[in-house]
């Protein structure tokens, strides 16, 4: 497969860790993406089982160490910005041994910086239609041009557009668990020093943390959706859910909220997971959110993004010129995988959004008399066993 040139729709971390590998085993990749930059932002994320092995074999675990988030611990506080509870880092973050914390833009900086010298970037396009003649496949940009490549592969995530071009449209895949997330830089106006408050109430959990790396700080926001996401990127339309959903809360929520208007980063999007019986068609496939999101609840699309992407790569150099044997073999290695992670996200957020007054003074007093109970610590662990058991659900070959 010497030279075979593969086209990447999307430069988020699935896309930018495929062009590496791809270019590692000796294909042209080119990586076109929507945003007229590389995209910072997001949520601090872990990165976890499998995933590690992937960032190690790039050998960028120690820049990732660099740049960790060492985000020391969690309170959860009330209306009145009480501190109810407080548990360490790790506890909380749920990891163990090598588990690394990121910012999710900081981890998409560093796996780009990898590939920018050897691999072509198109900013600011979108592939906008998409012919696959059996030979290869001719594309054409919304810029207007026109190119041919032998393989294509959507990384563009949860509202995938090659997706949609070539398996057929949206509501086909994507199942929408009924909340939306929203996440932005603000003013660090607490003075957070590594630390992340988070408030509960009926439907709606808000939270803001500072990290290491970051003089300001990020807020999140959680919430039962009150409407479908019918255009996910009407910012405007957003951002007036999000203070109407939050309207009338106490604690920081109207300065968190005003911090939204002048985030470089505002992200929004409902918490949706991504189901399909083939992450290939002819010569084009699908790695990541695009073919298997797993939804922020999961708390594992980062991992999945990297360890499909790996594997992706690796099974198309494995099977030489077979491209077909090569989209078989990533199906075959990663399917199991896609679905235990996916599993996660039902269940996780039931304990992240609570929906009624009861559950949510139920779940304060608790969190104000674990620091009584003796083992709390151990009991988290127990709490986060099954995303540990998630993220290892997979052997990696060395391709
Ligand atoms: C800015 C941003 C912030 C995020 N924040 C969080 C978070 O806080 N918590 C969380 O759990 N998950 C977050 N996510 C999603 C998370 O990054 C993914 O679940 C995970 O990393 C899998 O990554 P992915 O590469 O498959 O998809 P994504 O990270 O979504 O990346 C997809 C990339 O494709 C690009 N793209 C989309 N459409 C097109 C198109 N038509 N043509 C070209 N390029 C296109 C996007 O701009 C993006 O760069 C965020 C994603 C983004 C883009």
Same mark, same amino acid.
């Given at each position: 497969m010497r030279n075979t040139s593969v086209l990447i729709s999307g430069a988020g971390i699935a896309g930018v860790t495929l062009a590496y590998w791809l270019r590692r085993h000796g294909f042209t990749p080119t990586v076109v993406e929507r945003a007229p930059a590389l995209r910072q932002g997001g949520y601090k994320i872990d990165i976890r089982g499998a995933a590690l092995d992937v960032v190690t074999r790039m050998g960028v675990m120690d820049e990732i160490r660099r740049e960790r988030t060492d985000v020391r611990g969690a309170s959860v506080v009330n209306a009145a910005g009480k501190r109810l509870a407080s548990m360490g880092g790790d506890t909380f973050g749920g990891r163990e041994g090598e588990d690394a914390e990121i910012l999710r833009g900081d981890l998409n900086r560093? $796996?780009?910086e990898l590939t920018a010298n050897e691999v072509e970037y198109l900013f600011d396009d979108s592939i906008a239609s998409l +012919? &696959? &003649?059996g030979d290869g496949v001719k594309v054409a940009f919304e810029s207007g041009e026109t190119r041919t490549f032998d393989l294509v592969v959507g990384a563009d995530g949860l509202h995938s557009t090659t997706r949609a071009l070539a398996f057929g449209p949206e509501?086909? @895949?994507?199942r929408d668990l009924g909340y939306h997330i929203s996440i932005f830089s603000v003013p660090n106006h607490l003075g957070l020093d590594r630390w992340e408050l988070t408030y509960v109430s009926p439907g709606r959990t808000a939270l803001t943390y500072s990290t290491a790396k970051d003089t300001g700080a990020k807020a999140m926001f959680l919430f039962a959706s009150v409407s479908p996401d019918d255009d996910h990127r009407d910012r405007d339309r957003q951002q007036k859910l999000l203070t109407g959903t939050y309207a009338g809360e106490g604690w920081e929520i109207p300065r968190l909220l005003d911090g939204m208007a002048d985030a470089p980063d505002f992200y929004f999007d409902s918490l949706s997971q991504v189901h399909m019986d083939r992450w290939s068609k002819g010569r084009v496939a $699908?790695?990541? &959110? !695009? !073919? @298997?999101? !797993?939804s922020p609840a999961s708390g594992?699309? +980062?991992?999945l993004a990297l360890v499909g992407a790996y594997v992706l790569a690796g099974e198309l150099a494995a099977a030489g010129d077979d491209h077909e044997a090569g989209f078989g073999g990533y199906e075959q290695a990663m399917r199991h995988f896609a679905e235990q992670n996916q599993k996660l996200g039902p269940g996780n957020i039931r304990h992240m959004v609570l929906r009624s007054k009861t559950q949510v003074w139920f779940q304060m007093k608790m969190l104000s008399l674990m620091k009584y109970l003796p083992g709390k610590e151990r009991m988290m662990a127990k709490v986060m066993e099954p995303i540990q058991k998630a993220a290892r659900a997979i052997t990696l070959k060395n391709y």
């Open positions: 560093i $796996l780009y +012919t &696959d &003649d509501s086909e @895949y994507v $699908l790695v990541g &959110d !695009a !073919a @298997y999101c !797993a594992q699309g +980062t991992s």
